[in-house]
């Protein structure tokens, strides 16, 4: 980069009183709540990316806070409070997305969320009946309604579905558009005063006489108040501290297909798998759980192990009468951890992070950047 004007100095790489590391979902709700409770905040956005290349525009568009399998499965791992707390984290975060946004904005889509119980999984009718009464009975004062979930065993025919012994559905569930999102919170706190850099990477940082020097790949510092990494699965990068680790999620997505029988955002085994229908194509995720290991990576490159398992699955239990082509394939990366509790603390005095959103940063965000705000504003 050549040397930088007085001009570039004294507005765009201008001291900030916050500075956040990452402009995907979290980093841009961060910047809305810090704006919103104090206007007269300068802040900056930083981005290695010259878009967001984590997760944020690279999921499956996903408006949901948890299937049956997986939410029972979290309450096994984390104790019952904490799974709890993890749906209202996230059932929250979903109705500020709306509140903020129109439908139409971000092309959500509230067309219910549903999960497949396979045959090979082989599970006890009168189980499966237990754990939706008992996750319905607890959930009910987060969501304020009799039933989030319910057997639809009905659906299963005339959704098309192969190998498929029960379906739950969840009305309270939907779909977006994960690059309209991005998008529309980028123009919201652009229009705040909120600066965005792109090509900008952290190599380092330290606190130097109460503020944050951060020197970059370019031949310039940026200084701040405060430092917000927002990176999520790259977190570890500044901070090493931090107990997360990547894990890659691929996604595949086909041309548009005869007679899709099908709308909105479907679970399968424990959330391993997922997928929804993009208008009259069928996008699907996930089959980590198949590599485990193979995908703790902060690598984007597509695997034969997982696509080949995805085309699998798509054409046993998506589409068993019918063909397809794919027409686009991608990753993206998640953070994960011991547990699916999001990070949210202060590090040091002026240094502060909002990571770790095990795969659930869309639904998360606003809800970790209002807490993350005051608790930065009350430091």
Excluded at 200 to 214: A, H, P
Excluded at 275 to 288: E, I, P, Q, S
């Amino acid at each position: 980069m050549a040397h930088i004007s007085i001009w570039e100095k004294e507005s765009f790489f201008a001291p900030k009183d916050v500075l956040i590391a990452g402009s995907g979902v979290v980093g841009l709700w961060c910047a809305y709540y810090l704006k919103k409770s104090n206007p007269k905040l300068s802040i900056a956005i930083v981005d290695r990316g010259i878009i967001p290349t984590g997760a944020s525009t690279r999921n499956a568009g996903f408006a949901c806070f948890g299937s049956v399998t997986e939410l029972i499965a979290d309450t096994l791992k984390m104790g019952e409070d904490k799974m709890i707390d993890l749906v209202e984290m996230r059932y929250r975060g979903l109705k500020r997305i709306r509140k903020v946004f129109s439908d139409k904005e971000i092309a959500f889509e509230e067309s219910g969320g549903y999960e497949l119980i396979s045959e090979a999984q082989d599970m006890d009718i009168n189980v499966l009946r237990s754990n939706i009464d008992w996750l319905n009975h607890k959930l009910k004062p987060v969501i304020k309604k009799e039933k989030a979930f319910f057997l639809d065993d009905h659906l299963i025919t005339r959704f098309g579905f192969g190998s498929t012994r029960h379906l739950i559905q969840n009305r309270l569930e939907g779909q977006l558009h994960s690059g309209k999102l991005c998008q529309a919170l980028l123009r919201l706190v652009q229009s705040m005063g909120v600066t965005v850099l792109n090509g900008i990477e952290i190599k380092q940082f330290e606190t130097v006489n109460g503020r944050v020097e951060l020197q970059t790949n370019h031949d310039f510092t940026l200084q701040a108040g405060r430092l917000l990494v927002c990176t999520n699965a790259f977190a570890r990068q500044l901070l090493p501290e931090l107990d997360i680790e990547p894990a890659r999620g691929q996604v595949l997505v086909t041309s548009p297909v005869d007679n899709l029988k099908f709308s909105g955002a479907f679970h399968y085994d424990e959330g391993f798998y997922y997928f929804r229908n993009l208008g009259k194509r069928v996008l699907l995720g996930g089959a980590r759980n198949r590599a485990f290991e193979e995908e703790k990576t902060e690598s984007l490159l597509l695997t034969d192990t997982i696509q080949q398992e995805l085309e699998r699955f798509l054409r046993e239990v998506i589409r068993p009468a019918g063909d397809f082509t794919i027409d686009y394939r991608w990753s993206g990366v998640m953070g994960m951890g011991p547990e699916k509790m999001p990070v949210v603390k202060q590090v040091s005095d002026q240094v502060f992070c909002a990571v770790r959103m095990g795969g659930m940063g869309v639904a998360l965000a606003p809800w970790v950047a209002e807490k993350m705000a005051r608790m930065m504003l009350d430091a």
